[in-house]
């Protein structure tokens, strides 16, 4: 992990970059494990919002934002509306199993996005496998966009943002370091890589 130093430098990728989280103690994250049909994370960030090594479940409480690029191939939207259809049925198969159970989803196409076609999703989880904490269950608040690259339509950029606590606990307000992340986002003319 290294911290993030400055705000305003570009986290640049093939074919777009985005700022990092607008705010203070903010890590990038090594990539892990991942499943390539489900996309590939360019970057990750986390931070504690408490203290890091805490053994309590309660006062476990961390925020994390993610860039994800993805490769719809030769699937194409005929309509904004069926691209929404697409990325909340993306969404029913992402996140379950025994870890993760879905509370609620919310998906809207986004008016003011940084691309021609984006949507906003907003999901909250319920998290039974935090690693440290076994038979704790955490609660997992995740916004963000999802957005077609307007050069190559066959790649989908999605930037999200997201905090974990304990069920019970209050989340805080992550939205004045997560809103301004999403909207970052700008695209070139590169073609993405995964």
């Known amino acids: 992990m290294r911290p993030v130093e400055n705000l305003a430098e570009l986290l640049v990728f093939q074919g777009f970059s985005v700022l990092p989280p607008q705010g203070r103690g903010w890590l990038i994250i090594p990539a892990g494990v991942e499943d390539p ?25 961390t925020a994390g934002a993610r860039v994800l690029v993805l490769d719809v191939q030769d699937t194409r939207f005929d309509s ?35 691309a021609p076609l984006c ?19 955490f609660v997992l608040a ?19 943002y997201s905090q974990r606590v304990h069920r019970g606990q209050p989340f805080v307000p992550l939205e004045p370091e997560g809103e301004p992340f999403l909207r970052s986002l700008r695209f070139t003319t590169d073609r993405p890589s995964l």
């Not at 996309?39 to 805490?54: A, I, N, P």
């Not at 996140?95 to 993760?100: E, M, P």
């Not at 949507?119 to 440290?132: A, I, K, L, M, N």
């Open 37 to 61: 049909r489900r996309g590939r994370t360019v970057v990750s960030l986390g931070k504690s919002l408490r203290e890091w090594r805490s053994t309590r479940p309660e006062e476990l409480h």
């Open 80 to 114: 904004p509306e069926a691209y929404l259809r697409f990325v909340e049925d993306e969404a029913k198969r992402g996140r379950t199993g025994r870890r993760f159970r879905q509370i609620e989803t919310r998906h809207a196409i986004e008016q003011e996005g940084p």
């Open 119 to 137: 949507v906003r999703h907003e999901t909250v989880f319920e998290d039974s496998q935090v690693p440290g904490f076994p038979g704790a269950v």
């Open 142 to 160: 995740a916004r963000g966009l999802r957005c077609m690259h307007p050069h190559w339509p066959r790649y989908l950029v999605d930037v999200s």
